[in-house]
Structures are given as structure tokens and as C-alpha cells.
């Protein structure tokens, strides 16, 4: 889905007249869209399709054998699932939360959506990045660009590890 | 507390169909060729799998009765279950995976890491150490839950003889004081005939004890062929 549609769904979502903007109100008495808050929910709405793909397959590689011997061995499935399937994917799910932050790195459409580009509030690298070209300031864009470079190519880095390395 | 087990269930080639009772404190070994439903027969037993029909009780504990709807999940039957390349949790150590269902006694796994001589290696996973050494530590983790019942599937059919025969041995060392019943499935008549109490031959699902008289008919005849093998210095390299 283009990221400009979910920002304008949750533009809609998270408008003072809305459901979710309405609710955020009532409990804190401050408006939902144009604040951090607002972009943190609308970066987890735009990314869990992102952190569930890789998190089920950590899940599927899991031996069907194990969670059969610890069912005999008295568990409970939530016993099973916390002292067998989550350890036993670790890795995966490391993977995925770096997967989720790079993408969150990258998110633009969503995020200018959401919240604008309000300085020091809502206004992220990526947007920073835009409105600098934007204002023919050529030079900090680089040096923002340069900044977010090994950043995510260190991260991808330890992707590839944790994913390669899958426990026998 | 003994089980008796009257089931049904279709298999792809033929239908495993038994009435069976396992005596308290014995070891049956069930014996049959492969593909003879031996497995499923074990997976029915520990709540694995449901037969199409039929009744299961544990002493006085109903386990099973598919007309009254009666299914005690796995976890509740109180049994162990260990089967051929019996996978360890790979995230934990030796010692971790015998205590992972043994609750707060320390001593009694200690014991039995010992017993299996592999108390030295406990702080390893199970990827560093030797096939052998990870299935005496899964009947360590087996036997530290302390069953009612102890099932074992070819349990040591994926080892080398020796350590084969070592553990065996170990295993009828140990069923004297174990007070539980044992259900041993196995397809090596040798193997059952020195572990069993009490003879299960299965074949095609049924309960077959023609087969089992033919089969120790034929280990005798081996047994001479063995016998004049060893004069005869070419047969015995056969052997």
C-alpha cells in the first residue's frame, strides 16, 4: 500500500474528530496529530506487516518435534511458547526488530502525513533530508544523507549475520 | 498401575487395530517390522495423535474414550517419551535440557547425568557433543520428570553398537528400580529378547504372534550359522 495512503487513513484515524485522535484526547487533553506520539503510532501501524513476516518465519523453522516432547514433558502452550519457541528464535526476532527500524528509518510518507514537519517534534531525518533539497541547501542534505549511510548498511550487517546463523 | 489400550484408527495401507494391556512395573517391548504401526501405537499412547476410536486407561485414570469424548492432552498424563534422534532444546545446556521438566530436584538430575556418564559434559549444548551423548541425556531428561510411564522408541537405533549395547544394558540396570511400566518398541528381536518382560509382536497393525515365533526361528538358525561361522574363518567375517 503507498505510504501516503496509510498516512492519510491515519490522518483521518487520529483527527481530534476521529476515533483514535478523539480517544487520545479524552485521556491526555491534547491533540494526537503533528506530536511524536502521533508519528510512533503511525511508524508501529505502517510497519507490523513488516516485523510479522520475518517473526513467523523464525517460527516455522522451529523443530515441530520440540514443542511435541515438551507438551510430554508437562508444558502448557504459553510454557511452551516462552521456554521453547521464543528462545529458539531469538535471532529472528532481533532480525525483525532491525528490519522494522530501518524501515522506520525510511519512512517518508507516513511520517510527513502524520506529523508534519514540525522542528525539534515530528521532523525526522528523512523529511530534514527533503525539505534541504527542497531549499536548494544541498549541503546539509549530504551531510544527513552521508550520516544515515553506514548506519543502515552496519544494521543490514547484522541481519545477515543473525539470520544466516540459524541454531541446528 | 498397569494400561490397557483398545483402539482403532486407519492407516494409508492396512488398520491398526489392538487390544492390549501392559503390566505395571514391566517392560513390553513391542516388536514388529517397520511400517507396522509400532509408532503410531506410541504417539497414541502419549496423546500425540487419536485413534478413529477407542479407550485408554492408565491405572484407574481414563485416558481415552472416544464415545464419552474423554482426551487427556499430553501434558496431563504424566509420561516420557523418548524415540530415535530425540531432539534436545538446542538453546539450552546438557544439563539444562535433563532438569527442563524435573521442577527443584538439582541432586536427583545430577544423579542421573552422572549414572549416564555425561555429568562431565553438562555445561555443553547439545550440537557439541556426540549423538550417543545426546540420547542418554534425553532419557536423563525422560526419566528426571519422573514418569508413571516410560515409553521408548528405538531409542538407540541411530547409535553404533557398542555404545548401543552399553546403554542396554544401562537401560535393564535401571528397570528393576524404576517401579514404572516400560513400553520398548524395537525391530531387532536380540534387543527384545534381552530387555522384555513381556512380547508385543505387531504386524500390520494387528497383534501377531506367528510372526514372532517364525522371526525367533530364524534368530536361532542364525545363531548356529554364528556358531559355525567361527570355525569357518571366511563366514566370520561376515559377523
Known sequence: MPPTVVGFYLLIVMDPEGWLGGLWKGATGSPILFTFAGIVIASITYSIPFALQPMRAAFEKIDPRLIESARILGLSPPAIFLRVILPNSRNGIAASAILVFLHTLGAFGVILMVGGSVPGQTRVVSVAIYEAVETLQYGSAAMMSLALLPICYIFLLVVHRLTKRSPS | ??????????????????????????????????????????????????????????????????????????????????????????HLSIHDNAAFAAGAKKDVVQELLERFGIGQLQDRKPDAVSGGERQRCAICQALAREPRLLLLDEPFSALDIFTRRALRDELRNLKEGLGIPVIYVTHDVNEALYLADGLLPIVEGRVDREWMQRSLARVNAAKSERAKAVRDPRLSLAY
Not at chain 2, 3 to 10: M, N, Y
Not at chain 2, 57 to 79: A, S
Request: net charge positive.
Open chain 2, 1 to 90: 498401575m498397569n494400561l490397557q489400550i483398545r483402539i482403532r484408527k486407519p492407516l494409508p495401507h492396512f488398520e491398526l487395530s489392538l487390544d492390549v494391556n501392559c503390566p505395571a512395573e514391566a517392560m513390553t517391548v513391542v516388536i514388529g517390522p517397520s511400517g507396522a504401526g509400532k509408532t503410531t501405537l506410541m504417539r497414541i499412547i502419549a496423546g500425540l495423535d487419536k485413534p478413529a476410536e477407542g479407550f485408554m486407561q492408565f491405572g484407574d485414570e481414563v485416558w481415552l474414550d472416544t464415545k464419552l469424548r474423554v482426551f487427556v492432552p499430553p501434558q496431563k498424563r504424566r509420561l516420557a517419551y523418548v524415540f530415535q534422534d530425540y531432539p534436545l532444546f538446542p
